[in-house]
């Protein structure tokens, strides 16, 4: 069974000091990873899809990298807008076509 | 313009009683589907779309019954709503079956 754990589960960061969040996955043959972001309220909002490790993508100051195991979101000098919580999924291959999604971790950036 | 949208935004509704969301799509996707989030938050698929064709049925009571009337429109009808079914339910899009998908802003149900 797909597996993904996301830690911290909240992470509070001054204005500016950055960080990264991680997400650990469990499947069998990774067809894409991707990262969401999902405000208060609202629906989840696409960021980025990785599909093979060592492949890197960059959005303003987030940048998320993947490994064999693990996706890591980089926030470099964050500031309070980037405050949401950042969703990650994997999707398998072999004729699976559902997303499976971990926790979540909870950003906050405090000014 | 909104890209995937959702009907009604709230619902509140009483045990026992049948309802409908509604969502639409004006992305010109070939899929969709319908996501439930509890109240922990976690994010869970229940069924997609390809082309009006079903593909991901996952284990969730067969009170509820998706539909497809064409590619843009994907509803989900819930039978004698229990207690348990209140939660956020989102639809999402996407161009082909392994793509990114896009949400819709949710639809809160809660069940007295």
């Known amino acids: 069974e797909d597996q993904v754990t996301q830690s911290p589960e909240a992470l509070r960061l001054q204005e500016g000091e950055s960080s990264s969040l991680n997400c650990s996955y469990t499947v069998s043959g990774l067809r894409g990873l991707f990262w969401y972001r999902q405000d208060p309220g609202k629906g989840p909002e696409f960021l980025f899809t990785?599909?093979?490790a060592g492949e890197e993508k960059e959005k303003e100051r987030l940048k998320a990298t993947l490994t064999k195991k693990e996706s890591f979101l980089h926030i470099t000098a964050p500031k309070p807008e980037d405050s949401a919580t950042y969703l990650c999924a994997v999707q398998a291959g072999a004729g699976s076509y559902q997303l499976t999604f971990g926790k979540g971790t909870k950003l906050s950036v405090i000014p | 313009d909104t890209a995937v949208s959702q009907t009604p935004k709230y619902l509140v509704t009483q045990m026992g009683n049948d309802k409908s969301i509604k969502c639409e799509q004006n992305?010109?996707?070939?899929?969709m589907y319908w996501y439930k989030q509890d109240s922990k938050k976690f994010l869970k698929i229940m069924f997609s779309?390809?082309?009006?064709?079903?593909?991901i049925n996952e284990t969730v009571p067969n009170r509820f019954s998706p539909k497809s009337p064409d590619k843009a429109h994907l509803n989900l009808h819930i039978n004698s709503l229990e207690l348990g079914d209140s939660a956020v339910y989102f639809c999402a899009s996407s161009p082909r079956i392994y793509y990114e998908q896009y949400f819709g802003p949710g639809t809160r149900l809660t069940v007295t």
């Open positions: 992305l010109g996707h070939d899929t």
């Open positions: 990785l599909y093979s």
């Open positions: 779309y390809n082309n009006k064709e079903l593909i």
